[in-house]
Nanobody, 111 residues
């Protein structure tokens, strides 16, 4: 099963924005973004089924937007109005997640 590698993380101030990217196989039906905050388990925060149905965890709803570009085989996570509690390592994977996890990308929101 393919490992997906997330990219686009970085250091941003409170209220700022970042866009994460992840290559996703064209035939993938359902994929999503997960994050793991320090000392916590990895959790699913956003998912996209086919190209149209999206779901979000309550903690990011209204601030984060997941999307897919099938022409480019990419999945994105647009993150706006970032908060310090969004600081985490962000991963992309299938939904449900596969056993293999690719490299995550660190997002740090400073106050």
């Amino acid at each position: 099963q393919a490992r997906m590698k997330a990219s686009g993380g970085g250091l941003v101030q409170v209220g700022g924005s970042l866009r994460l990217s992840c290559p996703v196989p064209r035939t993938t039906f359902s994929a999503g973004w997960y994050r793991q905050r320090p000392g916590e388990q990895r959790v699913l925060i956003a998912s996209i089924i086919d190209r149209t149905t999206t779901n979000y965890a309550d903690v990011v709803k209204g601030r984060f937007t997941i999307s897919r570009d099938r022409d480019k085989n990419l999945m994105y996570l647009q993150m706006n109005s970032l908060k310090p509690q969004d600081t985490a390592v962000y991963y992309c994977n299938f939904v449900p997640s596969g056993a293999n996890w690719g490299q995550g990308t660190q997002v740090t929101v400073s106050s």
